[in-house]
């Protein structure tokens, strides 16, 4: 061990010069007295138990963490020690895990107990427990004693089936897909939808499924989910909560109890698909329906609108057969009365052309009675008419002849022979009176051998004598 240096001459320091008394200690001296009584005080190996914090693994293999005591989310700890896990002892570490069937993963937030020995770290003045070994069962049976009590807690308030009280649609073809983005769940789901051929419409929700941050951004896109159907902004039918398998650590998320109570919350029915077949979450507990994987949660909405369109099918085919069927017996009773009706109208055709028969033969005679009866009204309809127009046509030449003879009688030519004459105006009218005449007004005057033009003079009225005894014949006809 290096000797103590001594004091500076001149006794006391620079504040107090007579305060300091004994040996001054350098750095390294008092770092390896730590670790010496470190070392005595704790010289074996000891199982530590508390919650992994801060987790890193280094290029070469090494894992550094913090262990602390354990707290609810962002609770800062109290108490919290720095553990190193190099890398030949992180083997050892694997193998233990390995046999207890590679159910844990040590991740932020994980429950441990691990073996230990407490060691002075001098490069950084810290004391830190080099980690050699693990516990498994000890984080199992924490996880296991968490998820008796969520599940506890939410049977008792009745939880576990409130989520299965929501009806899943018909045709449930608007999912929201709670996942990881790109992860082998994501690539499931979505290969498995669109094999299918269906027009799904898929709204990718992308959380993390697993670590310290993943059940507040699980229970967001839940929250998100409620919000859009809530307010019809963003409607689906159902929800698809999904995550791949991995080690029962990895699957913590989905046992906490504030994400159970958010699935329980919301209105549309939420099936899950996580991990492999024997994996049993808090949230497959709580969900409408749970699925063995993130195939089999997206094959089982496949089988639903596979089956509605079976439903539609086998519909329609019965609808076919039965119109068939009904076509059949119309077609069959539709023949027997095509039948009766034949046979009706051959009867009747029978009686009715025997009645045309009987009706020509009557109209036949009646029509000849009628034809004879006609011709013989019209035989002495013609004789009559003959005899009439014979006798007309005589009485009209007689007739003929009287009014011939009494036109010729009156014919001007004989008046005009027998010495009369006929005068007229300039206007062709028989001048039959002096009225009217002026002196100066031409006449014309037509006798027997032709006609003289004159002036008027003058005119003298007739006396009453000479009117009385020679009376004004009527112009161009004289006396017979």
Same mark, same amino acid.
């Given at each position: 061990?290096?000797?103590?240096?001594?004091?500076?001459?001149?006794?006391?320091?620079?504040?107090?010069?007579?305060?300091?008394?004994?040996?001054?200690?350098?750095?390294?001296?008092?770092?390896?007295?730590?670790?010496?009584?470190?070392?005595?005080?704790?010289?074996?190996?000891?199982?530590?138990?508390?919650?992994?914090?801060?987790?890193?693994?280094?290029?070469?293999?090494?894992?550094?963490?913090?262990?602390?005591?354990?707290?609810?989310?962002?609770?800062?700890?109290?108490?919290?020690?720095?553990?190193?896990?190099?890398?030949?002892?992180?083997?050892?570490?694997?193998?233990?895990?390995?046999?207890?069937?590679?159910?844990?993963?040590?991740?932020?937030?994980?429950?441990?107990?691990?073996?230990?020995?407490?060691?002075?770290?001098?490069?950084?003045?810290?004391?830190?427990?080099?980690?050699?070994?693990?516990?498994?069962?000890?984080?199992?049976?924490?996880?296991?004693?968490?998820?008796?009590?969520?599940?506890?807690?939410?049977?008792?308030?009745?939880?576990?089936?409130?989520?299965?009280?929501?009806?899943?649609?018909?045709?449930?073809?608007?999912?929201?897909?709670?996942?990881?983005?790109?992860?082998?769940?994501?690539?499931?789901?979505?290969?498995?939808?669109?094999?299918?051929?269906?027009?799904?419409?898929?709204?990718?929700?992308?959380?993390?499924?697993?670590?310290?941050?993943?059940?507040?951004?699980?229970?967001?896109?839940?929250?998100?989910?409620?919000?859009?159907?809530?307010?019809?902004?963003?409607?689906?039918?159902?929800?698809?909560?999904?995550?791949?398998?991995?080690?029962?650590?990895?699957?913590?998320?989905?046992?906490?109890?504030?994400?159970?109570?958010?699935?329980?919350?919301?209105?549309?029915?939420?099936?899950?698909?996580?991990?492999?077949?024997?994996?049993?979450?808090?949230?497959?507990?709580?969900?409408?329906?749970?699925?063995?994987?993130?195939?089999?949660?997206?094959?089982?909405?496949?089988?639903?609108?596979?089956?509605?369109?079976?439903?539609?099918?086998?519909?329609?085919?019965?609808?076919?057969?039965?119109?068939?069927? !009904? /076509? =059949? +017996?119309? #077609? &069959?009773?539709?023949?027997?009365? $095509?039948? @009766?009706?034949?046979?009706? %109208? *051959?009867?009747?055709?029978?009686?009715?052309?025997?009645?045309?028969?009987?009706?020509?033969?009557?109209?036949?005679?009646?029509?000849?009675?009628?034809?004879?009866? !006609? /011709? =013989? +009204?019209? #035989? &002495?309809?013609?004789?009559?008419? $003959?005899? @009439?127009?014979?006798?007309? %046509? *005589?009485?009209?030449?007689?007739?003929?002849?009287?009014?011939?003879?009494?036109?010729?009688?009156?014919?001007?030519?004989?008046?005009?022979?027998?010495?009369?004459?006929? /005068?007229?105006?300039?206007?062709?009218?028989?001048?039959?009176?002096?009225?009217?005449?002026?002196?100066?007004?031409?006449?014309?005057?037509?006798?027997?051998?032709?006609?003289?033009?004159?002036?008027?003079?003058?005119?003298?009225?007739?006396?009453?004598?000479?009117?009385?005894?020679?009376?004004?014949?009527?112009?161009?006809?004289?006396?017979?």
């Amino acid at each position: 061990m290096t000797t103590p240096s001594s004091p500076p001459s001149g006794g006391g320091t620079l504040f107090d010069p007579g305060s300091v008394e004994g040996p001054t200690l350098t750095v390294p001296e008092l770092a390896a007295q730590i670790a010496r009584l470190t070392a005595q005080a704790f010289p074996t190996d000891m199982w530590v138990s508390g919650q992994i914090r801060n987790l890193s693994r280094s290029a070469n293999g090494h894992v550094y963490f913090d262990l602390v005591e354990p707290t609810e989310g962002g609770v800062t700890p109290r108490s919290m020690l720095s553990v190193t896990l190099l890398a030949p002892e992180r083997a050892v570490v694997n193998r233990q895990i390995t046999r207890a069937g590679g159910s844990i993963r040590m991740e932020d937030g994980i429950e441990v107990r691990i073996q230990a020995r407490l060691r002075w770290y001098e490069p950084r003045g810290t004391l830190q427990l080099r980690m050699s070994g693990i516990d498994p069962a000890f984080t199992l049976g924490r996880l296991k004693a968490d998820r008796d009590r969520v599940l506890a807690a939410l049977r008792a308030e009745g939880l576990l089936d409130a989520n299965a009280a929501n009806p899943v649609p018909i045709v449930p073809l608007r999912i929201a897909l709670i996942t990881s983005k790109g992860s082998a769940a994501h690539a499931d789901v979505m290969s498995e939808l669109d094999a299918s051929g269906f027009a799904f419409q898929v709204r990718l929700y992308d959380v993390r499924t697993q670590g310290e941050a993943s059940v507040g951004q699980v229970v967001g896109a839940l929250a998100r989910v409620a919000d859009g159907v809530a307010d019809r902004t963003d409607p689906v039918d159902v929800v698809l909560l999904t995550r791949g398998g991995g080690a029962t650590t990895d699957l913590a998320t989905f046992d906490a109890e504030d994400l159970a109570r958010a699935i329980a919350a919301l209105p549309v029915p939420v099936l899950t698909g996580i991990g492999h077949e024997i994996d049993r979450s808090v949230a497959d507990e709580v969900a409408h329906t749970a699925c063995k994987t993130p195939t089999a949660a997206a094959a089982a909405l496949v089988t639903m609108v596979a089956a509605y369109l079976s439903r539609i099918d086998q519909c329609w085919e019965r609808g076919r057969q039965a119109a068939l069927t !009904a /076509t =059949a +017996a119309a #077609d &069959r009773r539709l023949d027997r009365r $095509r039948q @009766r009706v034949a046979k009706g %109208v *051959e009867r009747v055709l029978r009686v009715e052309d025997a009645r045309l028969v009987s009706t020509n033969a009557r109209v036949a005679r009646a029509a000849h009675r009628s034809v004879t009866h !006609a /011709t =013989a +009204a019209v #035989d &002495r309809s013609a004789a009559a008419v $003959r005899t @009439r127009s014979t006798r007309a %046509v *005589e009485v009209a030449g007689r007739d003929l002849d009287g009014l011939a003879a009494r036109v010729r009688a009156h014919d001007p030519v004989h008046a005009l022979a027998r010495g009369w004459s006929i /005068t007229t105006d300039q206007q062709g009218r028989a001048v039959r009176s002096i009225t009217g005449l002026e002196a100066g007004a031409v006449i014309t005057t037509r006798v027997a051998d032709g006609t003289l033009t004159s002036k008027v003079i003058a005119t003298t009225p007739a006396t009453t004598d000479s009117a009385t005894t020679a009376p004004d014949p009527v112009p161009g006809a004289p006396d017979e």
